[in-house]
């Protein structure tokens, strides 16, 4: 699984086929869509696992962390530290698919839907629980969450296609801007 996702990380999910990944592990087409049944649930995995993957990085350490501020702000750290350091070797996987699968219709645009719905969810409890806990006026929670993620797509452009060194601080200063945290 995480080749399927390192190659789709690369070339896109409609990119990566069964006959280029199953040469890469030296499996047969058979033996690389068995467990999944189709190409279609493989890629559904691959998408579903690389969620795990951002959850590991930017949610679990936040376990221990009470909602508010502080948490709001350990969230955008950890965010932009996985754009910055990013495990996919095409950056970061929801970006990409979010590109590549925002005007198709199917069971992939579906799953990766509900994956970015979740996200702003989360997202907008996190700028909730914080606001009480910073200065006013606040912004609507929906209206920080949607420029928190178009920063995010925008720092992980400058990551990944500028190759610029100066993108994450830039985008951590941008995102903590953006949801108040530096008032």
Known sequence: MRTAIDEASRLGLEGLTVGSLAQHLGMSKAGL????????????????????VFRAAVLEPLADVPPGRRRLEQLITLWV???????????CFVTAASSELDGR????????QGIVVSWRKVLIAEVVAAQPEMPGPHRPPEEVVTT???LSMAANQEIQLLEDPSAATRA???????????R
């Open 105 to 112: 219709p199917g069971a992939l645009h579906d799953r990766l």
């Open 172 to 182: 951590r200063k941008a995102m903590r801007n953006a949801a108040g945290l530096d």
């Open 148 to 150: 928190l993620i178009g």
């Open 33 to 52: 869509i068995g467990p999944f049944g189709s190409r279609e649930r493989l890629l559904e995995t691959a998408l579903e696992q690389a969620g795990v």
């Open 81 to 91: 530290d996985y754009l910055a350091d990013c495990p996919f070797p095409g950056g």
